[in-house]
């Protein structure tokens, strides 16, 4: 098989194939090797674009055009496509208000970039006793960002953080 998981040419292993020529028209069903003669006369290749249909069906068409037609769709959506980045804001159960205030703006600003918030408090020693005060720090954190955000995963013990995942809200 070839590049673009399409049999091209002498790849074609079926005994009959029904092809189509490159403005669409049915040629008809017939052996691979008259199918490709026809191919070879135009100029183009013999593609099987259609290999599980009984017989299977061929396209007369330039082979490294359509190659380089679907690279160029294919790069297309790609660019169009918006990686969604996951940042992380630590926060400690002994935290100060200005430095928790500090905290929020951050992740308000990750948030209107359009990334995700992973807002994680990390327990030290017997901190853990109090993971309420941990609870309660990160469902602050939610109330101050909720302009931008939606609770995607709400606060959960992981080992010795309490961790929250935050989401942008759409804007429709």
């Known amino acids: 098989m070839s590049d673009g998981g399409l049999r091209v040419n002498e790849d074609i292993r079926a005994k009959e194939v029904r092809v189509i020529d490159e403005n669409g028209e049915q040629l008809g069903i017939m052996a691979p090797r008259e199918a490709l003669r026809i191919a070879r006369d135009r100029g183009l290749d013999l593609v099987e674009v259609a290999p599980n249909a009984h017989p299977p069906v061929c396209r007369v068409m330039d082979y490294g055009k359509f190659m380089y037609e679907k690279s160029k769709k294919e790069r297309e959506s ?27 703006r951050s ?23 109090h993971a309420d005060i941990g609870k309660r720090l990160l469902e602050n954190l939610a109330q101050f960002v909720q302009e931008y955000a939606v609770v995607e995963r709400d606060p959960s013990v992981e080992g010795r953080n309490m961790v929250m995942i935050l989401a942008p809200k759409k804007n429709d």
Do not use: C, Y
């Not at 969604?84 to 929020?104: A, L």
């Open 78 to 104: 790609r660019k169009n496509q918006k990686t969604v980045k996951i940042k992380e804001v630590r926060i400690s159960p002994k935290i100060d208000d200005h430095d928790f205030s500090v905290r929020v």
């Open 107 to 129: 992740a308000a600003e990750f948030l209107q970039k359009g990334n995700k918030v992973k807002a994680t408090v990390r327990f030290r020693g017997r901190e853990i006793v």
